[in-house]
């Protein structure tokens, strides 16, 4: 009991500390917002084409938004110290690093709901397979959390951080089938699309929403899951 309340407490302090504040809150709004936009102009496509941009745009938003703030949790709290004081409370590392990340795990799940909201008045939605779609964003949210968890113990500057968080995001945007299918890349790159997690999160979206997807959904969510895990005991090394 005394584990849970604690676990509560450090995330309601991070939630009014960091992913409370009005910036944040706006910032979860127009990212999304400026990412649809961006796509939209490049393509030159109109409405069509939503259905096919919203897995991308979807996962981009989680993906920016989870590694983005808990860069800046995790990586300022280690530097002015706080954070080695949540280390002597009588509390497992594991809860403590699960309190810490799941501010930044509902960030980007809320966050992958702006251009889902955004679609809804745009396009049909009605064919999605919600089933798939809700637990693949809590997986690529989760994914791309202990991404940055990963890349936030690692270095001692936030905007070391971000920097490092970069050659991680990057590669994932091209790599990882969020806006042309992986089979179209050159064969000698395709194998690294597979070493990303969110690779395997996208392929279920894509299947969820436009029914095109080259993996069992099964092997999908197993291959996820085992990414979330192996970065989590990754972090707590």
Request: with cysteine.
């Amino acid at each position: 009991m005394r584990r849970w309340i604690a676990f509560w407490s450090i995330l309601l302090k991070d939630m009014r500390s960091y992913y409370l504040k009005p910036p944040n809150v706006s910032w979860g709004i127009i990212f999304p917002l400026a990412w649809t936009g961006m796509f939209f102009i490049r393509s030159g496509s109109g409405l069509e084409s939503v259905l096919a941009l919203l897995p991308g745009v979807m996962t981009i938003s989680i993906l920016f938004g989870t590694t983005s703030m808990l860069a800046v949790t995790i990586t300022f709290e280690k530097r002015s110290r706080s954070f080695e004081r949540l280390l002597l409370a009588p509390i497992s590392l594991e809860i403590l690093m699960l309190a810490k990340t799941s501010g930044a795990i509902l960030f980007g799940v809320v966050n992958a709901f702006v251009p889902i909201i955004i679609a809804a008045f745009l396009a049909d939605l009605s064919g999605i397979a919600w089933s798939m779609v809700i637990p693949a964003i809590v997986l690529i949210g989760i994914a791309s959390t202990f991404v940055g968890l990963f890349i936030a113990v690692s270095v001692s500057e936030v905007f070391e951080a971000q920097t490092f968080s970069n050659f991680f995001r990057f590669p994932m945007i091209f790599l990882c089938g969020l806006f042309f299918p992986i089979m179209s890349l050159p064969v000698f790159i395709r194998p690294l699309s597979y070493i990303f997690p969110v690779t395997y999160g996208v392929d279920i979206l894509h299947g969820a929403v436009n029914g095109e997807h080259i993996m069992p959904f099964t092997l999908d969510f197993l291959i996820l899951g085992a990414f979330c895990i192996i970065l989590f005991v990754l972090s707590l090394r």
